[in-house]
């Protein structure tokens, strides 16, 4: 609020620099951070209860679209994942060996136990490949519209095969 | 905080106004274009803060490191690699939930709560991944034995 009594005060000073010879018309107000702006733009559009325009329930979906939420999908998934086995090892009495007899005495047959190793290696697969073309494109490369869904196309690929590979072991 | 900022910008905008001096000395050739850039320059170019660059270069580089750590942990299993594990992870996965929390989450109070709540887990995460380390089998072991299942 003291910025903006202030932003006035300083389009006032700017005025009486620059003379009588410049109309009006060419005054422009006080700079603003894009963070500014941003939060501006937030504010006005909670005040005004604006509706969200349709975006996922409107545009037709691509594969590029589809993959971007993939990737961040399965980035929250391994981070909660990951966030539970530690609360886990901090409640949890016994040692992980001990929870692992558990499992085994389950005696769960070989496809369950390969759908399992599928189910926990597919997400960390995807991931890591497709993180791999997101430093690609950080680098500047790749960017074509051809070459976003060639890259794609190659991601999906490893993943499978890579995710596939790694429940054999 | 917002008194000294008011005065920072006053004192800047003050500055801006003597560095357009070229500008002011001769009105009849200055124009609308020349102005706006001059003045939609954020108040602060004279000490532009690098912080969201660097902060955008190291989550590049802990994600270059992370994917270093996978063959690592495969072939030199231990506790450097364990102990590794457990800070590259929970940094790579809190910096990635932070941008996720900034994209979804608005309104100044809902962004405070789930950025707290975020740290929260995030020390939370990375003090058992350090004790399951350090009383437990270890990540890398925990891995090998959960996958000879």
Redesign the interface.
Known sequence: M??GW??C??QR??WA???P??SV??M?P??T??KEEMFQF?EKN?KLNRPMSPHVSVYKWSLPMMMSITH?GT??A??LG??C??????VLPE???YY?EL??SLSLGPVL?YSA?FALAFPLSYH?WN??RH?VW?MGKGFKMLQVYQSGVLVLALTLLSSAGLAA? | TCITYSWFCFTVLQSKILLTRPIVASPITFDRLTLTRQIHTPPDTDAPSKAASLHWISERVVSVILLGLFPAAYVYPGPVVDYSLALILTLHGHWGLYQVITDYVHGEASVIVAKGFLHVLSAMTFTGLCYFNYTNVGICKAVAMLWSL
Request: overall charge positive; proline content about 2%; hydrophobic content about 55%.
């Open positions: 003291a910025a202030l932003r005060a300083g000073c700017l620099r620059l003379g010879s410049l018309r060419h422009v006080m700079a951070t894009a937030w909670t961040r980035g929250v391994m981070s990951i966030s086995f530690s609360l886990a090892a901090l040692q992980f060996p692992l499992v085994k136990i190793k890591t993180g791999i430093l950080d072991m």
